[in-house]
């Protein structure tokens, strides 16, 4: 299944906006066993569109298109598909139903031109919209299918997963291409390859293939076979040996998160959980309450920037600021310890650090950073020195604080 | 000066690497004054190189190759690009003596593969690159220009900047390309082409062109105008005349974010801020955070996500809570008014709702919002009705909340 990928939108092309759903689309569909030979990245212009389609090669069995599909005057790809294609535009009743429900629901007038979004081309299959009124569409062209997609990201993303990938996978037989990717915190890629030199040999003369997937904090390891699930075992044997080596990275595995994961072991031992925030200003909290339920272990939490509310708020000592500074392990250990009693939680992380661009010291430089964790038994700390970017530091601050929780007290 | 860019690499087209060099190319380019006609993405074969050089349109003035120069055997561009152009590969003395440096000076071996890259084509005009070993390469074919660059991007960049930008200069008249763009918040793209109609067509009857960029909960509005610079005071004009047709949406120009826009006023009044969040479980908190500097206005938050710590932390009358429930108007004024002495603070901002998935009923399904903002003087509130992904509902309250907090309380 050969994919070509065309990205419809001048803020693309100005630079203004990097094309995600573009790198987005080629995972996925890669994933899924469809090899992307081509991506285009044309302007709102019925003339770029349709020299695009024109010259679109006899080997590809499907071409994605995303952009162009809003209610304003710049979003032409529908009509200019209409008319290429000569599908006429008709009313399509239950895409203006739900049009309709849209605005509803939200308590917001419906406009004519969200009513004209309604209006699709005659025959095609329509691929539902559940987040938003742009209809995803699917046209078929003698032997190739094209497909139009709207360019936001999170609407065209439910769309590719929960209409367009099913229907794909009744259409054309791709190669089971099997893979399972683990989840790493906290090892940088270099020497986590080191690391495991000797398991990835093993498993690369056994036939499999290892990619590194890095991003700030975190590397996904991906197993992949092209001998599909019939190597479903092997690989779940190799992974299983990982976590001997690395136990302290290795948190989860496909659509694991660190909060998920955490989320799990807390539910099961009956533990809940608060924050006392400096350094991440209540980034932590959040995260720790992004999933489904979250109210059943997390409760709540202080978010202490300013000293005076340190004191204030999180009962920690004026002396141990004024001896140790904000930034230091007696402070992450009191704002901890004193958080558990006053929010009333079994467990409580604390976090105070230096993200920047200032403020750091010789001693104490950006991106220096105190984690505590308070349990009823004990309280454990640690630090990390990470960069000198502010919203990678904190992002940092979260994902290492999290992770220490994981292992350290929930694991352990 | 119309451009085509032509990005080679698997890695791009698997999305295992996001393609930023065109972003970036793009943007420069345009302010440079070219326009990108297209952006095409293909993979490291000959054949898929070949076919799409000689399919560039006849329109395209350059064309700029970045990818496959670097010294492993998948990098093929200069060997492709030599056999379709006919320049033979001759040693270029001055880049080998530029690579012999640049292994000398970091005393590491040079190997036989970083001499072959001193090999280039007979003929071509050679852009040097002083942070590596892959040159840039400019090839006249009749009236085109065909430019290759190394896909690393802060080679690629500086090699743009100090070589290519100013050959570039003296071979074309380009007239500026300008444009600007604002940012909305609160108002769905529909709504507000609708509320701009007229405006919009005046601005296109005057030659300028209006494009819309929505992203959840937000539209930004980019005027673009191929007269260069000429036209900054008529578009300037145009946003002004816009700041009065909807003040309660635009927020700001260019690199602003609501949050740098508010921290502005904040500073320039003196004031101080602080949160108690329940629905947004400290997001809003780490959003005010989000800019350098914060430490002068943001003090610390509560997030009462748990009904006890609303009573115990805000001091949240419990009759209040049974008598309305936690997501009502009652209870977030209480949040704010409460957490404003708490905290200590002059602005306080309550959020409560319900994210979902579930805990929603017909009264106030998933993703209805309350939102109070206290003051010394009063206390504003207001309710949204958001959608049912929870991640969204969370960013969209936060993005409300500020936007109500600058209009309201810091405009008005």
Request: hydrophobic residues 40%; contains cysteine; proline residues 3%.
């Amino acid at each position: 299944m050969n994919v070509e990928l065309i990205s419809i939108g001048d803020e693309l092309l100005i630079g203004q906006t990097i094309n995600t759903n573009a790198a987005w689309l080629g995972q996925t569909l890669t994933l899924f066993g469809a090899r992307i030979i081509k991506t285009t990245t044309i302007s709102d212009q019925e003339e770029a569109i349709i020299s695009t389609l024109s010259a679109i090669s006899k080997k590809i069995d499907c071409v994605i298109i995303t952009g162009g599909l809003g209610p304003t005057n710049d979003d032409i790809t529908k009509h200019t598909l209409s008319a290429h294609y000569g599908l006429p535009l008709i009313m399509h009743q239950e895409t203006l139903r739900h049009i309709e429900n849209y605005f509803g629901k939200r308590n917001r007038p419906m406009l004519e031109s969200n009513r004209q979004q309604a209006m699709l081309p005659d025959g095609c299959v329509i691929l539902p919209n559940k987040n938003g009124t742009a209809a995803g569409m699917w046209i078929n062209d003698g032997n190739q299918i094209i497909i139009s997609l709207p360019g936001v990201p999170y609407e065209m993303k439910s769309i590719v997963q929960e209409e367009l990938l099913p229907l794909l996978s009744q259409r054309f037989k791709v190669s089971a291409h099997y893979h399972k990717t683990a989840h790493t915190q906290g090892i940088g890629e270099s020497f986590l390859a080191e690391k495991i030199v000797d398991w990835e040999q093993a498993l690369q003369s056994n036939g499999l293939h290892l990619s590194y997937l890095p991003s700030p904090g975190f590397v996904k390891l991906r197993i992949n076979s092209f001998a599909g699930e019939r190597d479903k075992e092997k690989i779940d044997g190799y992974f299983k040996e990982l976590e001997g080596i690395i136990p302290e990275a290795l948190y989860g595995y496909e659509q694991d998160t660190l909060v998920s994961v955490i989320a799990i072991k807390l539910l099961s031992k009956n533990l809940t959980i608060g924050t006392v925030e400096s350094c991440t200003s209540g980034l932590l909290a959040h995260e720790l309450c992004g999933i489904p339920g979250s109210s059943a272990y997390f409760k709540g939490a202080l978010v202490t920037y300013s000293n005076e509310l340190k004191k204030k708020l999180a009962n920690v000592d004026e002396k141990t600021i004024v001896k140790n500074g904000a930034v230091s392990r007696e402070v992450a250990c009191s704002m901890a310890e004193e958080g558990r009693k006053i929010l009333g939680v079994d467990i409580c992380i604390a976090t105070t650090g230096i993200s920047g661009p200032s403020g750091g010291s010789d001693e104490k430089p950006v991106g220096f950073v105190w984690v505590a964790i308070a349990t009823k038994d004990k309280t454990l700390e640690r630090s990390f020195q990470f960069g000198d970017n502010r919203t990678r530091n904190q992002q940092m601050t979260v994902s290492s604080a999290l992770n220490f929780l994981r292992f350290e007290v929930l694991t352990k």
